[in-house]
Antibody, heavy 127, light 115 residues
Framework: QVQLVQSGSELKKPGASVKVSCKASGYTFTNHAMNWVRQAPGQGLEWVGSINPNTGNPTYAQGFTGRFVFSLDTSVSTAYLQITSLKAEDTAVYYC????????????????????WGQGTPVTVSS | DIVMTQSPDSLAVSLGERATINCKSSQSVFYSPVNKNYLAWYQQKPGQPPKLLIYWASTRVSGVPDRFSGSGSATDFTLTISSLQAEDVAVYYCQQYYDTPRAFTFGPGTKVHIK
């Protein structure tokens, strides 16, 4: 069965960086994009963006450009989310999510709904 | 971006009674070439990741109890729990994927609890 296993909780100071990992198993890693979703304390779900595992091309949601960086290591079926220059408002649980979808004729992955989720990685930014 | 709204924010329902959650999108998420509504519903229990319940607005995920059903089209959608069980206490989110791959937006969530 599909599993997405994320790295453990992080406590960082403002201005630092953090890198969250999401190790996938149970499916061919390059057959699906990987999406990232944020949930601030007591708040709803917010799409951060996605990464195409064939091309490595990322797509970032509005408000998540610049300090948020997606990367991959396809040799170990792992996706990464790095956040630089951390701010208190980055405090949240970050989820990776595997979508159902398809590659279009240009090689872009068109995600539909998110069928599998990691367990979430809490990131706390505090001085 | 498409904005998703949900009502009510919170819902108290007696065990065995019906729960109805509404979701509205700021523009249609119906894609006519494939005759599908690009809308999903998720359930999130405390301390857990979201769980996909319904996709294409009305297709239930295998293994999801049939007391959960989705309906609606274009801009107005409903998630119905026909007979609320204790294990259904959770927050429910709708999500549009019409804007794939550029944007995916969730509704603010509806908290369902027992009256």
């Amino acid at each position: 069965q599909v599993q997405l296993v994320q790295s453990g909780s992080e406590l960082k100071k403002p201005g630092a960086s953090v890198k969250v990992s999401c190790k996938a198993s149970g499916y061919t890693f390059t057959n699906h994009a990987m999406n990232w979703v944020r949930q601030a304390p007591g708040q709803g779900l917010e799409w951060v963006g996605s990464i195409n595992p064939n091309t490595g091309n990322p797509t970032y949601a509005q408000g998540f450009t610049g300090r948020f960086v997606f990367s991959l290591d396809t040799s170990v079926s792992t996706a990464y989310l790095q956040i630089t220059s951390l701010k208190a408002e980055d405090t949240a649980v970050y989820y990776c999510a595997r979508p159902v979808g398809y590659y279009d004729s240009s090689g872009e992955f068109r995600s539909y709904y998110f069928v599998d989720w990691g367990q979430g990685t809490p990131v706390t930014v505090s001085s | 971006d498409i904005v998703m709204t949900q009502s009510p924010d919170s819902l108290a329902v007696s065990l065995g009674e019906r729960a109805t959650i509404n979701c509205k999108s700021s523009q249609s998420v119906f894609y006519s070439p494939v005759n599908k509504n690009y809308l999903a519903w998720y359930q999130q229990k405390p301390g857990q990741p979201p769980k996909l319940l319904i996709y294409w607005a009305s297709t239930r995920v295998s293994g999801v109890p049939d007391r959960f059903s989705g309906s609606g089209s274009a801009t107005d959608f409903t998630l119905t729990i026909s007979s609320l069980q204790a294990e259904d206490v959770a927050v429910y989110y709708c999500q549009q994927y019409y804007d794939t791959p550029r944007a995916f937006t969730f509704g603010p969530g509806t908290k369902v609890h027992i009256k």
